[in-house]
């Protein structure tokens, strides 16, 4: 039974950093996708960041540039470092697996650079609360 443990959020000024981490315990497998998703009051999950077990990253647009996703093998820990962080990214950071499965089996057709939805991913945390004020 795969469990997933987030930590790492708080409250910072515009502009701060904060790194999120995401401890997973159970066997994920040798393929999966993992990624990290945000839920704003009122508005609905979307996706920030994910990767692959062979290291491929996928990024929202207003995540380019300023996040980074990464994972510890050894550790079985998922991390995503946020940079430059602004009022806009405020919201419940949840962490997500799709145990056996990589990213790509998300979409059909045509390889896809998107991160998958939510739907494509089994496991959740229980979320981190990330707060910027100005």
């Known amino acids: 039974q795969v469990r997933l443990v987030e930590s790492g959020g708080g409250s910072v000024q515009a502009g701060g950093s904060l790194r999120l981490a995401c401890g997973a315990s159970?066997?994920?497998?040798?393929?999966?996708?993992m990624g990290w998703f945000r839920q704003a009051p009122g508005k609905g999950r979307e996706g920030v960041a994910a990767i692959d077990s062979d290291g491929g990253t996928r990024y929202a647009d207003s995540a380019k540039g300023r996040f980074t996703i990464s994972r510890d093998n050894a550790n079985s820990t998922l991390y995503l470092q946020m940079n430059s962080l602004k009022l806009e990214d405020t919201a419940m950071y949840y962490c997500a697996a799709a145990p056996g499965i990589a990213c790509s089996r998300a979409f059909g057709g045509p390889p896809s650079s998107a991160i998958p939805p939510p739907l494509f991913f089994a496991k959740w945390g229980q979320g981190t609360q990330v707060t910027v004020s100005s």
């Open positions: 159970g066997y994920i497998g040798d393929t999966y996708c």
